[in-house]
């Protein structure tokens, strides 16, 4: 069994990326591979793919595409716009384990 640690950004979280040839865009993830530790994120690491003539795109052609995008590479965006870290802390109000930004204190739906 491999012990895979928790990751601190879901699908549909809002990202910035802090590394690389698209530092400083923002787009909301659509996909996140755990094992790999990589998201794909809308709008963001767009790279060309030539395919042929199929059932999806009857004429071929090139095609625009996101590539998947380190985890490394992004941080979280809180509520207030701000790229921050993000921790995890047991809610008093339902006792559940909440996410929240180490920048501001406010937790990330």
Not at 15 to 19: F, H, L, N, P, S
Not at 25 to 30: A, D, I, N
Not at 91 to 99: A, F, I, Q, Y
């Given at each position: 069994m491999?012990?895979?640690?928790?990751?601190?950004?879901?699908?549909?979280d809002n990202?910035?990326?802090?590394?690389g040839e698209s530092k400083g865009?923002?787009?909301?993830?659509?996909v996140v591979d755990s094992k790999k530790q990589k998201v794909i994120i809308e709008g963001i690491n767009l790279v060309t793919k030539h395919s042929k003539p199929s059932a999806e795109y009857p004429d071929g052609g090139i095609i625009k595409k996101e590539a998947p995008v380190?985890?490394?590479?992004?941080m979280v965006?809180?509520?207030a716009g701000n790229a921050t870290r993000v921790g995890r802390k047991k809610?008093?109000?339902?006792?559940?384990?909440?996410?929240y930004s180490k920048k501001?204190?406010?937790?990330?739906?």
């Open positions: 491999i012990n895979r640690k928790k990751l601190f950004v879901k699908k549909g990202v910035m990326i802090i590394a865009q923002q787009g909301k993830v659509l380190h985890i490394s590479n992004i965006i809180d509520g809610d008093e109000k339902s006792g559940k384990l909440v996410r501001t204190g406010e937790v990330i739906k």
